[in-house]
């Protein structure tokens, strides 16, 4: 494994084709900032144009939380204006959405507002059984403003969300399981080992086909279903023209591992 620290408040990791990317404010909780903002965006751009990284994880440092949502301190005396350029484009949300690798939330702690907002932002959430989600925006006289009242719904529904987003109530790591905001718990101390198990095995896959694969299943949310069901013939048909598509076939009909060429 090496470490290097390119960003002040983001810790990139690297294992094997992993990338581990960690919000690094443990005395705020992972709070996101403008500096957290930037320094994640920087560390994206990165990771994007870096051939030797597969999937990205995303996580948050110390014991106790995720991210515990955008940066309050920030908030006091602010105008509109001065909100609307914190918030102008490009935004984290939407970059983990459309990023061209698949990003797993990782989420060992709290997870609220903002930080809820950016896990459902993501591909994949994986829980450990202490993790706490929320949408608190509501006891700031705030809304959620990172996408939790649009990509939050798509994930759990209207009634969930409403009952997050106007109650500002915390729920567990169980019920986030069960109302289908996280894809998989485990007891805290095994979060680690078992998410990374699952992104290396992400990461052995074609790159090629696991970004058609991703964009193909980001499609659903964006299109009515006639036409993401041709959408997805033609993402389909396109992979038949990759040296990876030859490469995997061939290996089955040779009963022996694929080795994937990226193209
Ligand atoms: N923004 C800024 N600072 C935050 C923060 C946030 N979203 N969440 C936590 N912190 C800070 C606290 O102010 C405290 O800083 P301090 O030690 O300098 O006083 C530190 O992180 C530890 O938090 P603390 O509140 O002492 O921990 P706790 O275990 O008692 O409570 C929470 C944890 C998550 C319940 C509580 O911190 C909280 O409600 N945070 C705000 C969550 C929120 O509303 N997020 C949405 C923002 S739009």
């Not at 992993?18 to 709070?31: E, G, H, M």
């Not at 705030?142 to 106007?166: F, Y």
């Amino acid at each position: 494994m090496t470490e290097s620290s390119p960003q002040k408040t983001i810790l990139m990791e690297r294992e094997g084709r992993v990338a581990i990317l960690t919000v690094n404010r443990p005395d705020k909780l992972n709070a996101l900032n403008d500096q957290v903002r930037e320094d994640m965006l920087a560390a994206l751009a990165e990771i994007e144009h870096d051939d030797g990284i597969g999937v990205v994880v995303l996580t948050g440092a110390g014991e106790k939380s995720f991210i515990a949502g955008a940066d309050i301190s920030e908030f006091a005396g602010r105008t509109p204006f001065d909100q609307r350029e914190a918030m102008r484009s490009p935004r984290i949300f939407d970059v983990m959405g459309s990023f061209p690798k698949p990003v797993i939330a990782m989420i060992n702690g709290f997870c609220l507002g903002g930080g809820c907002e950016l896990a459902s932002s993501c591909d994949l959430r994986i829980a450990s059984d202490k993790a706490r989600f929320g949408q608190p925006e509501i006891n700031l006289g705030l809304i959620p403003g990172g996408g939790g009242t649009q990509r939050l719904p798509r994930l759990i529904g209207l009634g969930q969300t409403m009952r997050l987003v106007l109650t500002g109530d915390m729920i567990g790591a169980a019920e986030a399981k069960d109302i289908g905001l996280v894809e998989l718990v485990f007891p805290h101390d095994e979060l680690r080992t078992k998410t990374l198990e699952l992104a290396q095995k992400m990461a052995g896959r074609s790159p090629l086909t696991l970004r058609v694969a991703k964009e193909a299943v980001r499609t659903a949310w964006k299109l009515p279903i006639e036409e993401g069901i041709a959408y997805e013939r033609d993402l389909f048909c396109l992979c038949f023209s990759t040296a990876d598509k030859e490469e995997g076939v061939a290996a089955f009909l040779e009963k022996r591992p694929a080795v994937w060429k990226g193209r």
